[in-house]
């Protein structure tokens, strides 16, 4: 038995106000005036002076807004970084992610495209990448995929969806200050949280589950509970306490895997291109047969917060898209044989995953 060896964050700063802090944590990583600071931030703050005032530009830095509508793609890397070696005398002295799962992932990629040759699609998978990372670094406005925490960068590829999972993956240092997540939408809130939940229901309830993972999923596990069911946080603790509890859900996944919900909702963001938060939500309440108890509670949660989730989404699929679904759903073996074990194939067939997404 051979254990692995994973990387961790090295430098995280945590508080209310942290974000301020942010020229002088970064200020002693500038390699000379010609290597920049490239900020990757999500456009949904573009005006807003009370974040982007912050940010401080010396000699040639710059700020590149990022939409996030839609998930990042490999090409889309491809494009920045480029955009970023033809605009720019040398390569970056770092690069800051500001925003959501989306622009963490898009600022993991980058950093590592930077300085290793070829197509993005190339490192899809597992340990392909050779050369360190340019210095990243992570600051989340909203609270729940443990993106900031954890050693894959999800992106949608010419194949597959699939992370980049390296040593090299990981943030060199995040920034935590739940004050940036004061204005995200409810529904958004909500959908981004139950990642959180759900990565929690799966790490504990899988077969790789083992005593590291249990200690983050449960405590993430327990945030959860009293930041969606109990609703007695103020505002303020509430933002706080599910920016820690998407911390230990990335953590308790690190050292385990995800389940059944993110496999079938991989499937659908292919093909839909249905964002990751509300497609684990869409597919999660249907999985009563895996996840009983953390069904139910998914349920009361969505209840008490007066959410309704898109129904139908999948009536008018052709046979071929049904298909694409399934094989990427099934494509990820480590996924099923966490929830299901080794035996998974006994219990999961095309036609079954077929009538699962029916349902949806
Ligand atoms: P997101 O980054 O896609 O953002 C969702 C929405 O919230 C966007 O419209 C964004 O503009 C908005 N938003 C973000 N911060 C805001 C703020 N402070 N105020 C107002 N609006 C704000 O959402 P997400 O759910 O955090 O990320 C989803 C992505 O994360 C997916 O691409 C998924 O694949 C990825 N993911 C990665 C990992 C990983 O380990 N690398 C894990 C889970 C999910
Ligand atoms: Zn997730």
Same mark, same amino acid.
């Given at each position: 038995m051979? $254990?692995?060896?994973?990387?961790?964050?090295?430098?995280?700063i945590?508080?209310?106000?942290?974000?301020?802090?942010?020229?002088?944590?970064?200020?002693?990583?500038?390699?000379?005036?010609?290597?920049?600071f490239?900020f990757?931030? %999500? %456009?949904?703050?573009?005006g807003n002076?009370?974040l982007?005032?912050r940010?401080t530009?010396?000699?040639?830095d710059?700020?590149?807004y990022?939409?996030a509508?839609?998930?990042?793609?490999? &090409?889309?890397?491809?494009?920045?970084?480029?955009?970023?070696?033809?605009?720019?005398k040398?390569?970056? &002295?770092?690069?800051i992610?500001?925003?959501? !799962?989306?622009?963490?992932?898009?600022a993991?990629?980058?950093?590592?495209?930077?300085?290793?040759d070829?197509?993005? *699609?190339? $490192?899809? !998978?597992w340990?392909?990448? =050779?050369?360190p @990372?340019? /210095?990243?670094?992570?600051?989340?406005t909203?609270s729940?995929?443990?993106?900031?925490?954890?050693r894959? #960068?999800?992106?949608?590829g010419?194949?597959?969806?699939?992370?980049?999972?390296?040593?090299y993956?990981?943030?060199?240092?995040?920034?935590l200050?739940?004050?940036?997540?004061?204005?995200?939408?409810k529904?958004?809130?909500?959908?981004?949280?139950? %990642?959180?939940?759900?990565?929690?229901i799966? *790490?504990?309830?899988?077969?790789y589950?083992?005593?590291? &993972?249990?200690? /983050?999923?449960? =405590?993430?596990?327990?945030?959860?509970?009293?930041?969606?069911?109990?609703?007695?946080?103020?505002?303020?603790?509430?933002?706080?306490k599910?920016?820690?509890? *998407?911390?230990?859900?990335?953590?308790?996944?690190?050292?385990?895997?995800?389940?059944? @919900?993110h496999?079938?909702?991989y499937?659908?963001s /292919?093909?839909?291109?249905t964002?990751?938060?509300i497609?684990?939500?869409?597919?999660f309440?249907?999985l009563?047969?895996?996840?009983?108890? !953390?069904?139910?509670?998914?349920?009361?949660? =969505?209840?008490?917060?007066?959410i309704?989730?898109?129904?139908?989404?999948?009536a008018?699929?052709?046979?071929?898209?049904? %298909?694409?679904?399934? #094989?990427?759903?099934? &494509?990820?073996?480590?996924?099923?044989?966490?929830?299901?074990? =080794?035996?998974?194939?006994?219990?999961?067939? $095309?036609?079954?995953?077929?009538?699962? /997404?029916?349902?949806?």
């Amino acid at each position: 038995m051979s $254990y692995k060896n994973f990387p961790m964050v090295p430098r995280v700063i945590y508080g209310r106000g942290s974000f301020n802090q942010l020229d002088e944590i970064i200020s002693p990583k500038r390699r000379n005036s010609d290597a920049p600071f490239i900020f990757l931030v %999500d %456009d949904v703050f573009k005006g807003n002076a009370w974040l982007t005032s912050r940010i401080t530009l010396s000699y040639d830095d710059n700020i590149i807004y990022i939409s996030a509508d839609e998930e990042p793609k490999t &090409s889309q890397i491809d494009e920045l970084v480029e955009h970023i070696i033809l605009n720019n005398k040398q390569k970056p &002295s770092g690069i800051i992610g500001i925003g959501g !799962g989306t622009i963490l992932d898009i600022a993991k990629a980058v950093s590592i495209m930077l300085t290793n040759d070829g197509n993005t *699609s190339d $490192y899809q !998978g597992w340990d392909l990448v =050779k050369n360190p @990372a340019v /210095y990243h670094v992570g600051i989340p406005t909203i609270s729940g995929t443990g993106a900031e925490v954890s050693r894959t #960068t999800v992106l949608t590829g010419p194949k597959l969806k699939l992370g980049i999972n390296s040593d090299y993956t990981p943030f060199d240092q995040v920034i935590l200050d739940p004050e940036l997540t004061k204005d995200v939408p409810k529904n958004q809130w909500f959908y981004t949280g139950m %990642d959180c939940f759900i990565h929690c229901i799966e *790490s504990l309830n899988g077969s790789y589950i083992n005593a590291f &993972s249990q200690s /983050y999923g449960e =405590k993430a596990f327990d945030l959860c509970k009293e930041i969606f069911i109990n609703n007695t946080l103020s505002k303020e603790d509430s933002q706080d306490k599910l920016m820690m509890a *998407s911390w230990h859900g990335g953590m308790s996944i690190a050292y385990s895997q995800v389940g059944v @919900a993110h496999a079938l909702s991989y499937g659908l963001s /292919y093909v839909l291109g249905t964002k990751h938060g509300i497609g684990n939500c869409i597919v999660f309440e249907h999985l009563e047969e895996f996840y009983p108890n !953390g069904v139910q509670l998914f349920k009361l949660m =969505k209840e008490k917060h007066n959410i309704k989730l898109p129904r139908g989404i999948c009536a008018e699929l052709t046979e071929e898209q049904f %298909d694409t679904m399934i #094989t990427v759903a099934l &494509s990820l073996e480590p996924l099923w044989e966490n929830a299901l074990g =080794k035996d998974w194939k006994k219990r999961i067939t $095309y036609y079954s995953l077929k009538a699962l /997404y029916q349902k949806m």
